[in-house]
């Protein structure tokens, strides 16, 4: 069964971090496309990062970039947003998605496969 989820969400005060982990089950991450996407209370979802599978390239929204670093763990078939220096506006949902040929992209429609979402609050 082909499987997206996302863990490492929670409740941070403003200035603090986070990792998220999109863990797949029934393929192998290393070989797509990855992106994270978020959908913040009353607004549309929106790109935060980006990986290709063919090159490794990273690619960040502005209002992210600086702050939040997109990585790979081959060994756990994983991959993660770091979130540092985490902001109110930050506060969403937080979605993971695959991309089967392999580039990903800014948009939601070249992915295949979608995680539930892991909630992220940022909030003193």
């Known amino acids: 069964q082909v499987q997206l989820v996302e863990s490492g969400g929670g409740l941070v005060q403003p200035g603090g971090s986070l990792r998220l982990s999109c863990s797949a089950s029934?393929?192998?991450?290393?070989?797509?496309?990855i992106g994270w996407f978020r959908r913040a209370p009353g607004k549309e979802r929106e790109f935060v990062s980006c990986?290709?599978?063919?090159?490794?390239?990273?690619s960040y929204a502005d209002s992210v970039k600086g702050r939040f670093t997109l990585s790979r763990d081959k060994a756990k078939n994983t991959v993660y947003l770091q979130m540092n220096a985490l902001k109110p506006e930050d506060t969403a949902v937080y979605y993971c998605?695959?991309?089967?040929?392999?580039?990903?992209?800014?948009?939601?429609?070249?992915?295949?496969?979608w995680g539930q979402g892991t909630q992220v609050t940022v909030s003193s």
């Open positions: 990986i290709s599978s063919r090159d490794g390239y990273t």
């Open positions: 029934g393929f192998t991450l290393d070989y797509y496309g």
């Open positions: 998605a695959a991309d089967r040929m392999g580039i990903g992209g800014m948009t939601s429609a070249p992915y295949d496969y």
